[in-house]
């Protein structure tokens, strides 16, 4: 049985690993998939991780997002895009902090999109009601929020980076 139970032995490090391996790639997947749409490569840079994305020109990048020693804005050959390149030592730390720093650029992006079709859309909405009531009612008009909070939280410190450093916005 000392063949047969080294035999087995091997195929279940093989299982293992197999199974390591995926869960790894998983982690992986899970970890950059928000960041897909935007990523264009990851390079090593002697002890160092640069991470390439290209955003629409019309997205800000907030100064609490970018250590602007560590981003610079390369030409893009996409139109209407910019093209970055975030760079970090390579310590699960820093490489933890660029990717977490870069999903919330794209996060708080998306959320000022959709706040913008969402004001467009309630534009809108008051067009069709100015166009239908007459004067007086519209003078009655009022705007209440429904409560969820006690208090909106406003952001404030929003910064763009432009050209090759990070400005106010």
Do not use: C
């Not at 030409?75 to 310590?91: D, G, L, Q, T, Y």
């Amino acid at each position: 049985m000392g063949k047969m139970g080294t035999y087995f032995s091997w195929i279940s490090n093989i299982v293992l690993f197999n199974i390591y391996y995926k869960i790894l790639i998983m982690s992986l997947y899970k970890e950059f998939s928000s960041l897909l749409p935007y990523l264009q490569s990851v390079r090593k840079l002697e002890n160092y991780l640069s991470f390439d994305v290209s955003f629409p020109t019309s997205w800000k990048l907030p100064k609490k997002y970018v250590d602007e020693e560590k981003v610079m804005e390369q030409a893009s050959k996409v139109e209407n895009h910019r093209f970055f390149s975030f760079v970090s030592e390579i310590s699960e730390e820093n490489v933890g902090l660029i990717s977490d720093n870069l999903k919330n650029i794209i996060r708080y992006n998306l959320e000022l999109e959709e706040k913008d079709r969402l004001f467009q859309n309630k534009v809108n909405e008051l067009k069709v009601i100015f166009e239908k009531q007459n004067l007086n009612n519209l003078k009655d008009l009022s705007f209440e929020m429904k409560p969820k909070t006690t208090k909106i939280k406003l952001d404030d410190g929003e910064e763009s980076v432009k050209g090759t450093g990070v400005t106010e916005s």
